[in-house]
């Protein structure tokens, strides 16, 4: 048995299936318990996980988690195989890099969106499983990133099959990441009926590579010595602050939170932001005590955007025509000497003379520069930083976490997206 096990590894998905059938295989067996934990698993190696991505995300999070650590054969099965058309147990433990019941199947049964039926269906119509925007074809191309160069392959129906650590570590654990992403953040994900019909074109093809994003989830005073060190692993770098500043404002709808930003100064007057955002973005500029300013950009649903005088809380100028666009980056150019002026790519869109108390000192590197957005969890926006830095993008969120995943699954389908763990 010793030799086995080093040899061979089962991997289980359980959910609240009896796994009693196991019980002979318990040396090599790691299960992955997404249900009720029960008595029987306390004779197995067992790991609890969010039940999150059906058995695909069990797959995943096993070759990701123990990618320089693998067996040289792992089998992969659900909790209840018997549901499936399988072979016999025995037959995956022989020496072939991938072992399945397999069946013949042309790539045009991809390229259109599945027709659930059943038990799906029902998923479907009670909000229970989410849909995908892609077809399963255009998603195991384009956003996983397979190279398919034949009209055929083979499907493994139920997902169980066995698979050699020589064949999983031809592909970089980033890619592995990469489709994780896609089903880590909901009990059923359609792109895991994806990976069930393309396990084997998945091990059977080559790769598209990508570049890669990295993100930090760190607060901005925390970054300045780490980016010299980590820039060139990257083509760019996003870093996510949480809005964890309040200011009331009255003009705006309820979502009060600032964060304090460090855009680029330029000459000493002026400082630099790109936006994108489908909903509005809020400047707060306090340049003292006595002179501080809120700039709405785009208003509520970008229909009016506003300049405010804070201090008296008054609205001193409206400027009716949209400004921003949700579809790309919009560059304002802000200058403050005596006066106030925001440009959008030259193009003047505030110009306010003498608004200025006495005491403004002209010093706009002592400036408090805040922003925020009532945005949901589709809409976002980054601004250029003190850095000199091209590849440096800071973006914000008001939640938690799964704003950010859920944000690299409509964002950035072209690169690698890597957590960068500092």
């Known amino acids: 048995m010793e030799n086995i096990k080093k040899k061979f590894q089962m991997v289980i998905a359980r959910y609240n299936e009896d796994i009693t059938w196991l019980l002979p295989f318990k040396d090599i067996v790691i299960i992955y318990n997404k249900g009720i934990y029960i008595d029987i698993l306390n004779n197995f190696h067992t790991i609890n996980l969010k039940n999150y991505g059906r058995e695909s995300h069990t797959y995943l999070y096993h070759i990701i988690t123990n990618y320089d650590n693998l067996s040289d054969k792992i089998i992969f099965f659900q909790g209840k195989i018997r549901d ?5 147990i025995e037959d995956y433990f022989k020496k072939d890099d991938f072992i399945a019941k397999l069946n013949n199947m042309n790539f045009d049964f991809l390229k259109t969106k599945i027709k659930h039926t059943g038990k799906w269906k029902k998923e479907i119509n009670s909000g229970n499983m989410k849909l995908s925007l892609f077809t399963p074809y255009d998603w195991i191309t384009k956003i996983i990133g397979i190279d398919i160069n034949s009209d055929t392959s083979k499907i493994v129906w139920g997902a ?3 698979v050699s650590k020589e064949m999983i570590l031809s592909k970089p654990k980033i890619f592995y990441e990469n489709i994780l992403r896609y089903i880590d953040y909901h009990i059923n994900p359609e792109e895991g009926h994806f990976l069930e019909r393309t396990w084997y074109t998945i091990f059977h093809s080559n790769i598209i590579f990508k ?18 060190n980590i820039m060139h692993n990257y083509e760019e770098i996003h870093i996510w602050n949480f809005m964890i500043s309040n200011e009331k404002i009255d003009y705006t709808p309820p979502n009060n939170q600032y964060l304090a930003i460090y855009p680029k100064i330029i000459d000493n007057n002026s400082f630099h932001i790109r936006i994108k955002c ?69 193009k003047i869109i505030f110009d306010f003379d003498n608004i200025f108390n006495n005491d403004f000192n002209n010093d706009i590197n002592n400036l408090i520069i805040k922003i925020k957005s009532n945005f949901n969890s589709d809409a976002f926006w980054n601004y250029e930083s003190e850095y ?5 993008k800071f973006f914000i969120y008001n939640s938690k976490y799964d704003n950010i995943n859920i944000f690299y699954q409509y964002h950035y389908y072209d690169y690698y997206i890597e957590k960068i763990e500092i």
């Open 278 to 346: 489908n909903n509005n973005a809020n400047i707060f500029i306090q340049l003292n005590e006595n002179n501080i300013y809120e700039i709405v950009l785009g208003g509520w649903n970008n229909t009016r955007s506003v300049i405010r005088d804070y201090t008296n809380n008054k609205i001193i100028h409206v400027y009716e025509k949209p400004i921003l666009n949700k579809n790309e980056f919009i560059d304002f150019k802000f200058i403050i000497s005596d006066k106030i002026l925001i440009c959008n790519n030259e």
């Open 211 to 228: 570049k890669k994003i990295g993100y930090i989830n760190i607060q901005y005073n925390k970054i300045k010595d780490i980016l010299n």
């Open 160 to 162: 169980n099959f066995s």
């Open 84 to 88: 499936h058309h399988i072979l016999d």
């Open 388 to 392: 000199d830095f091209d590849k440096i």
